[in-house]
T-cell receptor, first 114, second 112 residues
């Protein structure tokens, strides 16, 4: 049973428009969430994170929103640029857990069309 | 440059032939971890280590071994590889208590 779900395997967005990537989780113990970006033939790189005490975190063109009651988070990219084409992974952790484990979604492939 | 390195990047082998994938980090991180990435499943943790000589199983440890004799190195060992271990493998590291993990470039393994 996947505890972190990214239900859209792929998403295509026009350059300059907003990209919205979604992530749902089931474990109410999760209290920290991260988004990673992955290019082909490279490892994932950290993009942005949010703690459960917040409902929004912004870093330049990237904003993550957290809705704890719905167990849902989303990543907004505005405006979308060609270099944003990549696979985006959502990950979650329970900070009190002794193993510091991250639980990962399956990823969403974002394609930015020129 | 701060980085996590993995070798080899690509490997084709046959069932039963022991292999080792090396992982090294130069950031003095205590925490190191191995993941496998399979289509539709995201990253699943194989083993992790919180410090030298301290290792523990992740979610999918069967068929794998690890060791942590030095802080910077965390090799992944497949004693008798099988075709279901064909996958993309990532090593990652971080400081204890920090969720942000730094990843190596990945090792693509094909077991025939």
């Amino acid at each position: 049973d996947q505890q972190v779900k990214q239900n859209s395997p792929s998403l295509s967005v026009q350059e300059g428009r907003i990209s919205i990537l979604n992530c749902d989780y089931t474990n109410s113990m999760f209290d920290y969430f991260l988004w990673y970006k992955k290019y082909p033939a490279e490892g994932p790189t950290f993009l942005i994170s949010i703690s459960s005490i917040k409902d929004k975190n912004e870093d330049g063109r990237f904003t993550v929103f957290l809705n704890k009651s719905a167990k849902h988070l989303s990543l907004h990219i505005v405006p979308s640029q060609p270099g944003d084409s990549a696979v985006y992974f959502c990950a979650a952790s329970a900070r009190g857990a002794s193993n510091y484990q991250l639980i990962w979604g399956a990823g969403t492939k974002l394609i930015i069309k020129p | 440059e701060a980085q996590v390195t993995q070798n080899p990047r690509y490997l084709i082998t046959v069932t039963g032939k022991k292999l080792t994938v090396t992982c090294s980090q130069n950031m003095n991180h205590e925490y190191m971890s191995w993941y496998r990435q399979d289509p539709g499943l995201g990253l699943r943790q194989i083993y992790y280590s919180m410090n030298v000589e301290v290792t523990d199983k992740g979610d999918v440890p069967e068929g794998y071994k690890v060791s942590r004799k030095e802080k910077r190195n965390f090799p992944l060992i497949l004693e008798s590889p099988s075709p279901n271990q064909t996958s993309l493998y990532f090593c990652a590291s971080s400081f204890i208590g920090e969720e942000t993990q730094y990843f190596g470039p990945g090792t693509r393994l094909l077991v025939l």
